[in-house]
């Protein structure tokens, strides 16, 4: 265990959700220090589409001033007494969930990603009453059953967004029965999107199909991995996939882009659509004998997150990122509100 003396706690936090890409160097106090605890000092963060539905006050109410980010990696350099994974110098990551209440039943079956009490990486309160902040920063404390190994042969700065982006597309795929035999339908080509393809293809799916509005990202797709381009914009696209698909994962705001009759229509009986992405509106009525299921996922466990980054270096699997030193935070979040990244914002630690 080594002294805590060597970390600085400080990061950009944004002060006022109207100011929600003006973002200042501020300190701030970690929880305390428990046994099975470990203080990394991160090194790399990237931008999330839930960063700027928080900093925004979009979901609710924000715990200003709030340090975002939850798509972390760096080294280890403090652990507590009882921690058994990890010691100083391990290359490692966290997530978008840095505790739980460690005792329920989903807790103790490895769907601690779905516990009732999740502590999420920022903008939670933990049981002493600190408010946690995330990635933005010099350095984070998490329990270690929310810390995951990084393979050698994946850099830290491609490890980063998979911990996050990559993991919400990888555990429908594996959950949902992706690999030989299935065919995959990825509904836009983004953050997700761009995962979502090349999961599918690792996982040796037999068919792995880009839907997209445009031809702007059919290159990209097929470098991902995709068999198939789908132009959405294009007529008839629906007539000529109707009944094909075994799982779709949706990754865009179809109340925007495709109606939800038309992604049904692409699935076979007993298909499954995952909902990565809600529509602003509710959903449209749905025909009570339509033979699909739909649902929704929710990041994944440490084994899922374990497994993917294990796959990712084995097969190769790219983070497509644009890199930033991270006093420019605010350049990347209107990026990324904006759509213009291709395809995730990576921060460089700069304090």
Known sequence: MSSN?????????????????????????PKGMEDKDIDIKIEYCGVCGSDMH????????????????HEI????????????????????????QVGSCYDCQRCKNGAENYCHKVIH??????????????????????????????PDALPLEQAAPMLCAG???????????????????????????HYALQFAKAMKSDKVV???????????????????????????????WTDTLDIILCTVDVSQHIPLSDIFATLKVHGRCVMLALPDDALPPIHPFTAFLLGGSHIGSKAEIVEML????KEGVKSYIEMLPMKEIGKAVQGMKTGKVRYRYVLKVDI
């Not at 400080?10 to 002060?15: D, E, L, Q």
Request: hydrophobic content about 40%; cysteine-free; aromatic content about 10%.
């Open 5 to 29: 003396t060597e970390i600085q706690w400080k990061g950009y936090a944004v002060h006022d959700t109207k100011l929600w890409d003006q973002f200042k160097v501020t300190d701030f106090e």
């Open 54 to 69: 928080t900093i925004t006050g979009g979901w609710g109410e924000v715990k200003l001033p709030l340090i975002a980010g």
């Open 73 to 96: 990696a760096g080294h280890v350099v403090r652990v507590g007494p009882k921690v058994t994974e990890f010691k100083v110098g391990d290359r490692v990551g966290v997530g978008a």
């Open 121 to 150: 990486t920022y903008n939670s309160i933990y049981p002493d009453g600190t408010v946690s902040q995330g990635g933005y920063a010099t350095a984070i404390r998490a329990n270690e059953l929310f810390v995951f190994h990084i």
């Open 167 to 193: 993991i919400t597309t990888y555990s429908p795929l594996r959950t949902n029965g992706a690999g030989p035999g299935k065919s995959v339908g990825v509904i836009g080509i983004g953050g997700l999107g």
């Open 210 to 240: 880009a839907f997209s509005h445009s031809e702007n990202k059919k290159a990209d797709a097929l470098a991902l991995g995709a068999t198939d381009f789908v132009n959405t914009g294009a007529e008839n696209w629906v007539k000529d």
């Open 310 to 313: 294990d796959l990712a270096a």
